[in-house]
């Protein structure tokens, strides 16, 4: 997760990374990203319906603005941002979300990213035919490493 905004009285605006998760799943991902986005959500203006401060009686019966936060629980909440979320990083396409606030943005962004797979490590010995198995005639049954993950920095 990524904030951008801009420092006071000096007109530059400066990226700030709030959170990174790695992973090898793109439903993971899209899971940390929605609970990131309902924590920056909580820490901006805690969701007065789920306090356990509020009290019943505080409760006003007013429209709700549209605000950050407010934008940040939709997102996160709304089964067809989900739903088109998924479908996004399940083709192998990055997911970027910017959510304005005032004097700056959110931005909650998953993107997959290259792993080497085990072959091409240099450090890895070279394949002489011998088994690696400390123990003669068994094999491991690891299943192969895979070739790619997903790497989710969000705000």
């Known amino acids: 997760m990524l904030a951008e905004g801009e420092v006071c009285g000096t ?7 709030l959170g990174t ?20 959500a909580d820490r901006l203006y805690p969701d007065p319906e789920r306090s356990a401060w509020v009290m019943p009686w505080m409760r006003l019966d007013t429209v709700p ?11 996160a909440e709304d089964p067809e941002e989900h739903q088109a979320a998924r479908d996004q990083l399940k083709e192998g396409a990055p997911l970027s979300v910017v959510i ?8 909650l962004t998953v993107w997959p990213v290259a792993v080497p797979s085990p072959e091409s490590s240099a450090t890895l010995p070279a394949d002489d035919g011998q088994p690696t198995s400390p123990r003669p005639r ?13 790497l989710v920095p969000f705000l």
């Open 100 to 107: 304005p606030d005032s004097g700056c943005r959110y931005i």
């Open 11 to 17: 007109r530059e605006t400066v990226p700030y990374v």
């Open 21 to 40: 998760f790695q992973t090898i799943s793109p439903k993971l991902a899209l899971r940390w990203l929605r609970s990131e986005a309902e924590r920056i």
């Open 65 to 75: 603005v549209p605000d950050c936060s407010a934008e940040l629980r939709f997102w």
């Open 138 to 150: 068994h094999t491991s049954h690891r299943k192969p490493r895979r070739t790619s993950g997903w």
